[in-house]
């Protein structure tokens, strides 16, 4: 079983930046793609980014490509989430998940598929 806990959340103005950090515990974490899903303040959850184990292959939902990037250290142990140009829209509970598969998946933003998750670091973006 993969641990994992978020940092790095706060409160920015529209346009800042922030970077958030996934720390992963547990063995062979190479063999775990981890994804980044956010809960908005309407209590929806959607996906967000994802990384493969060896940190290779990325996945972006729409509205973040571009402005997002997801990116894992080389032991595998961290991932990070930098996020630019944040608006409002982006406000909400952000947590990032693990997988055990190797290489990239098909899909990514079936959260059935994640079998850990992080407690979550709030994000809010003001105007």
């Known amino acids: 079983q993969v641990q994992l806990v978020e940092s790095g959340g706060g409160l920015v103005l529209t346009g800042g930046s922030l970077r958030l950090s996934c720390a992963l515990s547990?063995?062979?974490?190479?063999?775990?793609?981890v994804a980044w899903f956010r809960r908005d303040p309407g209590k929806n959850v959607k996906f967000v980014a994802g990384v493969s184990g060896d940190g290779r292959d990325t996945a972006y939902e729409d509205s973040v490509d571009g402005r997002f990037t997801i990116s894992r250290d080389n032991a595998g142990n961290t991932v990070f989430l930098q996020m630019n140009s944040l608006g409002p829209e982006d406000t909400a509970v952000y947590y990032c998940a693990a997988r055990f598969f190797r290489g990239a998946p098909a899909t990514w933003s079936g959260r059935s598929e994640y079998t850990s998750w992080g407690q979550g670091t709030q994000v809010t973006v003001s105007s």
């Open positions: 547990g063995r062979a974490l190479v063999n775990y793609a």
